[in-house]
C-alpha cells in the first residue's frame, strides 16, 4: 500500500554542512523543515576530512572535518529538524506552488510535498573518463574522495606504490595522507602549469613531505590487466597534448584521480533551473533563490568552496529565505543580473533581487588567472562606483570574498538599475 505524502514546509535535500546551516535557519524561522539525506550518517563530506583547517571564521577555531559536522548536527538536533538518513530523494514533481519528492529509503519509497526546497546536494568528483587516460581498466585506479573515504573511514590501505593525477586540494590532502599511512607517493602531476590547490596546503601538505610536484604534466596511459603495474606520464605543450618525446614509465600499483569537482545538480536540472556554464552550479540571487520559484540551492552545488565556512554562510542564508518564502507566500521579485568585467571567472550570486526585504548581500568570486598586484575590486551601478576593494593578490584556486552593505545596496538608485563588479589593476606607484 502506498504511504500517505507527509506534507512540510521545508525539505532540506543533503546533510553536509550547507544543508545543516539551511535547515537550522529555516527551523529558527519557524518553519517544519525536514533533511533528507541518502547516506547512512550526517555531515557530508566532512565525515572523511580528518585533518584540521576547517571553521577558522565560524567558530574561530581549527576544527577537523567531524568535529565540525558534529557541532553543526547537534545545532540541528537541538532545533528538533529530523534528518532522516538512508533517503535518497529519486526525483522532484513540481506542483502549483509545492513541490512532490520521491524518496528511496528502508521502509519503501516515501512522498513529501514541502513549498520551498532547498538544494544542498553538494558535488562529485571528475573521473578518469573525463580526463580520457587511455590503457586498461585494473583495479587500483581510486578518485581521490574515495581513497580519502577508503582511508578515514573504512580503514583500508588503496596501495602501496601511488601517482597523484591533479594538484587540487583533494589531491594534495591525499599525497599526506597516503604518506603518513607509509604510501611511496611518487609525485604529483598537474597539466596546468601551476597548482590548484591553495598555496598552504602546497606547503603542508607536498614541500613538507617532500613530494614531487610536476606541472605541465600528465598521465598519458595505466598500465596493468588485473591490478595497476605502471603509468605512463608526459609532459605536455601550450595546448596541454602531451609531448610523447617525454614519456617515462613509472611503476606504481595505485593512480589516485584528483582532477576537479562538479556541482551535482541532478535534481536542478530536473526542475529546470537554469545553470550557470562557468560554475555548472544554479545561478542564484542575492538570497540563495534559483530561478525557479520555491527553489533555493546552497554549498558546493552552487560553486565549489574551498572553505566551509563559506559553505555554511550559504546555507544559512538559503534556509532563512526558504522558510520566508514557505511560510509568507510568494512574492514577486525584481531580479537584476550582476554582470562582471576583467579577469573575474565568475561571481556569485549571478542577480540581486532589489526588492528583496534582505538588503545585504555576501558575495564570493574567482579569479581566470593568478594576479600578484595589487587590484580593485569595483562595484558599479549606472556608470556610478559604489564601493572599492583592495586585492593585494588573487588566485585561481582560493575563493574571494565581499560584501555588499546595507550603505551599498541602497545607492542602487532604481530597482532595476545595473549592477556590475570589475577587477582593476592598480598602477605601480612611479614615486
Ligand atoms: C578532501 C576535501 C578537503 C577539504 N578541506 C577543507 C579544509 O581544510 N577547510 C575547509 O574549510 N574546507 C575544506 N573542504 C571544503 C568543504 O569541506 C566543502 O566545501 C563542504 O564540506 C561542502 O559542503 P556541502 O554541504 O555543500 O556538500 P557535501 O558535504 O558534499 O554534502 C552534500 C550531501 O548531500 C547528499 N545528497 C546528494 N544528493 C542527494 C540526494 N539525491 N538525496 C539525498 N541526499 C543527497 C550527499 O550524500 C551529501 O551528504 C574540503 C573538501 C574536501 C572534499
Avoid at 389 to 396: G, I, K
Avoid at 415 to 425: K, Q, R
Amino acid at each position: 500500500m502506498m504511504k500517505p505524502i507527509e506534507y512540510v514546509d521545508v525539505v532540506v535535500l543533503g546533510s553536509g554542512p550547507a544543508g545543516l546551516a539551511a535547515a537550522f535557519a529555516s527551523a529558527k524561522q519557524g518553519a517544519n523543515t525536514v533533511v533528507l539525506e541518502r547516506q547512512e550518517r550526517p555531515g557530508g563530506i566532512l565525515k572523511q576530512c580528518i585533518h584540521d583547517g576547517f571553521g577558522n571564521l565560524r567558530y574561530n577555531e581549527t576544527l577537523t572535518g567531524p568535529e565540525y559536522a558534529y557541532r553543526e548536527i547537534q545545532q540541528v538536533i537541538a532545533a528538533l529538524v529530523p534528518i532522516r538518513t538512508n533517503c535518497f530523494v529519486a526525483s522532484v514533481e513540481h506542483g502549483e506552488h509545492h513541490f512532490l519528492l520521491n524518496c528511496i529509503s528502508p521502509s519503501g519509497i516515501e512522498r513529501i510535498s514541502a513549498r520551498a526546497l532547498v538544494l544542498a546536494t553538494g558535488c562529485r568528483e571528475r573521473t578518469d573518463r573525463q580526463v580520457f587516460i587511455h590503457g586498461d581498466r585494473p583495479a587500483g585506479i581510486f578518485t581521490a574522495g574515495l581513497a580519502q573515504r577508503l582511508i578515514n573511514i573504512d580503514g583500508l590501505i588503496p596501495g602501496n606504490r601511488a601517482v597523484i593525477l591533479g594538484s587540487g586540494d583533494i589531491g594534495l590532502i591525499m599525497a599526506r595522507r597516503l604518506s603518513i599511512e607509509g604510501v611511496q607517493v611518487e609525485g604529483v602531476h598537474e597539466i596546468r602549469h601551476e597548482s590548484s590547490g591553495l598555496k598552504r596546503n602546497i606547503q603542508q601538505c607536498l614541500e613538507d613531505f617532500d613530494i614531487p610536484l610536476y606541472v605541465q604534466s600528465t598521465v598519458t596511459s595505466v598500465v596493468g590487466s588485473q591490478r595497476v603495474k605502471a603509468v605512463h606520464v608526459a609532459a605536455v605543450d601550450v595546448k596541454n597534448m602531451p609531448i610523447m618525446s617525454t614519456e617515462q614509465y613509472i611503476p606504481c600499483d595505485t593512480l589516485i584521480l584528483s582532477v576537479g569537482l562538479i556541482p551535482e545538480n541532478e535534481l536542478a536540472h530536473s526542475l529546470d533551473v537554469p545553470i550557470d556554464p562557468v560554475t555548472k552550479g544554479p545561478v542564484v540571487d542575492h538570497v540563495m533563490h534559483t530561478m525557479v520559484d520555491g527553489v533555493f540551492a546552497c554549498g558546493n552545488c552552487v560553486h565549489v568552496s574551498d572553505l566551509v565556512d563559506y559553505v555554511s554562510e550559504s546555507g544559512s542564508i538559503a534556509g532563512k529565505h526558504a522558510a520566508a518564502w514557505a511560510l509568507d507566500g510568494c512574492a514577486d521579485r525584481t531580479l537584476v543580473p550582476v554582470s562582471r568585467a576583467g579577469n573575474l571567472a565568475y561571481v556569485v550570486p549571478q542577480m540581486i533581487d532589489t526588492s528583496s526585504p534582505q538588503r545585504s548581500a555576501s558575495c564570493y568570486f574567482r579569479v581566470r588567472h593568478t594576479i600578484e598586484r595589487t587590484t580593485q575590486l569595483r562595484i558599479n551601478s549606472e556608470g556610478q562606483q559604489l564601493d572599492c576593494l583592495t586585492f593585494d593578490e588573487l588566485y585561481p584556486p582560493q575563493m574571494e570574498r565581499f560584501a555588499i552593505n546595507e550603505t551599498i545596496f541602497s545607492s542602487i538608485k532604481q530597482p532595476s538599475a545595473d549592477i556590475s563588479i570589475e577587477l582593476v589593476l592598480v598602477e605601480a606607484s612611479h614615486d
